[in-house]
């Protein structure tokens, strides 16, 4: 079982308080982000997207999020055809901050808020079970660690089934 931290990258250092509670619950996990990222690197990164058991999309407020924004919409439409028992879990600002806002093209940054208002309301309409909005990475980090243990115990139950 394993947790992918897709989502934000760049300079963010959300994952690290992540990263901090599943090791200290010896919880297996994924951070795409690394100091030599190479080209080949996708193809590992797209394998976790595919296959990880539950996977967090956090579009914080630091960059303008487009490349994590178009990955969300993939991933759920992934994780409900190809296995319902895989989870998504999301959580998107409204906002930029006030530092990226100076960072960008004013142009971008509406696209960005406009991109992230599209998103949360398809969201908020659409009723799969295995997908999860949260509004906060706190609110994001107990939902994953819930949903860790759901898939411990459905590991154990399908244990079970296949004693047939």
Same mark, same amino acid.
């Given at each position: 079982?394993?947790?992918?931290?897709?989502?934000?990258?760049?300079? &963010?250092?959300?994952?690290?308080?992540?990263?901090?509670? +599943?090791? &200290? /619950?010896?919880?297996? +996990?994924?951070?795409?982000?690394?100091?030599?990222?190479?080209?080949? #690197?996708?193809?590992?990164?797209?394998?976790?997207?595919?296959?990880?058991?539950?996977?967090?999309? *956090?579009?914080? #407020?630091?960059?303008?999020?487009?490349? %994590?924004?178009? =990955?969300?919409?993939?991933?759920?439409?992934?994780?409900?055809?190809?296995?319902?028992?895989?989870?998504?879990?999301?959580? @998107?600002?409204?906002?930029?901050?006030?530092?990226?806002?100076?960072?960008?093209?004013? $142009?971008?940054?509406?696209?960005?808020? /406009?991109?992230?208002? !599209?998103? /949360?309301?398809? !969201?908020?309409?659409?009723?799969? *079970?295995?997908?999860? !909005?949260?509004? $906060?990475?706190?609110?994001? !980090? %107990?939902? &994953?660690? =819930?949903?860790?243990? @759901?898939?411990?115990?459905?590991?154990?139950?399908? +244990?079970?089934? &296949?004693?047939?």
């Amino acid at each position: 079982m394993t947790i992918g931290l897709f989502g934000t990258c760049g300079n &963010s250092i959300w994952r690290k308080a992540f990263m901090e509670v +599943y090791d &200290s /619950k010896e919880i297996a +996990y994924f951070n795409p982000v690394k100091d030599d990222w190479k080209p080949e #690197d996708a193809k590992i990164e797209a394998e976790h997207l595919a296959n990880d058991e539950i996977i967090l999309f *956090p579009v914080t #407020d630091e960059t303008l999020g487009l490349g %994590s924004l178009g =990955e969300v919409g993939f991933s759920i439409l992934q994780a409900i055809k190809l296995d319902s028992n895989r989870d998504i879990v999301v959580m @998107i600002t409204d906002d930029l901050s006030d530092e990226a806002k100076e960072q960008f093209d004013q $142009s971008m940054v509406r696209e960005s808020i /406009k991109m992230r208002a !599209l998103i /949360k309301a398809h !969201l908020n309409k659409l009723n799969y *079970p295995n997908v999860y !909005l949260v509004d $906060s990475l706190g609110d994001m !980090l %107990s939902v &994953s660690l =819930e949903l860790n243990k @759901i898939h411990f115990i459905r590991a154990k139950l399908e +244990y079970y089934r &296949s004693r047939k």
